[in-house]
């Protein structure tokens, strides 16, 4: 497994940081939205039938090292996931009864016990029929 840098913000980090490569499209993904502060791609290797990554922009390491004044920034992450699952399909939907169905899953994995393997932030955004890989 990678090691996390050992400063967030060096600047060798960020040039040799996967993401950050994707945001800069020095190497392609499949995006699927993007704006100023944030972007949106597939998931490489999904673990369902819609699986994909929303990532600021800049270069935050895991979640721990985000600082008071990207809380705005986190808030919109986090804020771009029902519009992505409303864009594939898989909103939260009443059915006559009014219970729910369907529906997504976001998640953050923060540093080697949290499962993080690549030390850009990133929300996982996971939906669509189960069974999903490695997943309740
Ligand atoms: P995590 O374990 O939370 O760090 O998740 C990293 C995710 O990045 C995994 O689900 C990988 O499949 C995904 N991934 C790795 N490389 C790429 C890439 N080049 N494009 C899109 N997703 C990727
Ligand atoms: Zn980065």
């Given at each position: 497994m990678k090691k996390p840098p050992a400063?967030?913000?060096d600047e060798d980090s960020v040039d040799n940081c996967l993401f950050c490569k994707i945001a800069a499209k020095q190497i392609p993904a499949s995006i699927v939205y993007e704006d100023d502060d944030l972007l949106a791609f597939k998931d490489i290797?999904?673990?369902?039938p819609v699986h994909l990554l929303v990532i600021p922009?800049?270069?935050?390491?895991?979640?721990?090292?985000?600082?008071?004044?990207?809380t705005l920034l986190l808030g919109k992450m986090l804020a771009l996931a029902p519009k992505l699952a409303a864009d594939h399909n898989v909103s939260v939907v009443y059915g006559n009864d009014g219970s729910p169905t369907r529906g997504y899953k976001t998640l953050i994995n923060s540093g080697p016990d949290g499962g993080q393997v690549i030390y850009h932030l990133h929300m996982h955004l996971y939906g669509g029929p189960r069974p999903w890989r490695g997943m309740h």
């Open positions: 400063n967030p913000t290797n999904p673990a369902a922009k800049k270069h935050i390491s895991t979640l721990t090292e985000a600082q008071p004044e990207d």
